[in-house]
C-alpha cells in the first residue's frame, strides 16, 4: 500500500467520516452480524456534526487516505480507541493496521501507556495481530436488539 498515507483528521472531515463509519458498518460488519444487529449497529452512525463536535475532546483522530478516505481512528486522551473504521472497499489493504500502529506510536509519545477498545467481532482480529488481548465478551442490546463486541487492550 504505497499510496496510503495518515494524517491527522480535522472537524472537516466529518461529513466523510459519518458515512464511511455507516458503510463500514453495513458492508463490513454483515460478515459476522445478523441483518437486525447491522441495523442495530449503524442506527449508531454518530452525525457529522457529532463527529466535528468530539475534536474538542483532546482526541487524536488520524485518517487514513488512499485516492479517498480509507478509515479513521479516534483516541481519547486515555487510550481508549474510540472508533476504527475502514471503508469496505478498502478491507483487506492494511488500513486498520496503519491506524492503529501510527496512533500506538503516537499516544506511546504522549506518556500513554496503554490502549484499549471494544472490538467487533470484525475488528477483533486486527487487533490480535497486533498485540491486544481479549479480557471478555461484552453482550449488551442496541435499540432491543442482542449484539456483542469484545474488550481488548494493550499495554504499551
Not at 504505497?2 to 453495513?26: F, I, K, N
Not at 441483518?35 to 475532546?57: F, H, I, K, N
Not at 504522549?110 to 481479549?134: D, N
Request: net charge negative; charged share 25%; no cysteine.
Amino acid at each position: 500500500m504505497t499510496d496510503l498515507r495518515v494524517r491527522p483528521g480535522t472537524a472537516a472531515d466529518a461529513p466523510a467520516l459519518s458515512a464511511l463509519y455507516e458503510a463500514s458498518v453495513r458492508g463490513l460488519g454483515a460478515r459476522d452480524y445478523s441483518t437486525e444487529q447491522v441495523e442495530a449497529w449503524a442506527s449508531l452512525t454518530p452525525p457529522p456534526e457529532a463527529l466535528a463536535g468530539r475534536m474538542a475532546d483532546g482526541r487524536m483522530r488520524l485518517v487514513a487516505e488512499l485516492e479517498t478516505v480509507a478509515g479513521f481512528i479516534d483516541v481519547e486522551a486515555d487510550g481508549h480507541v474510540d472508533l476504527l473504521y475502514v471503508a469496505p472497499e478498502a478491507a483487506g489493504q492494511g488500513v486498520a493496521r496503519l491506524l492503529l500502529e501510527t496512533a500506538e506510536a503516537l499516544a506511546a509519545a504522549q506518556g500513554v501507556t496503554r490502549l484499549y477498545a471494544e472490538a467487533s467481532e470484525t475488528a477483533r482480529p486486527v487487533f490480535e495481530r497486533l498485540g491486544f488481548r481479549v479480557t471478555a465478551r461484552r453482550d449488551f442490546e442496541v435499540a432491543g436488539v442482542p449484539i456483542h463486541n469484545w474488550a481488548v487492550e494493550k499495554r504499551l
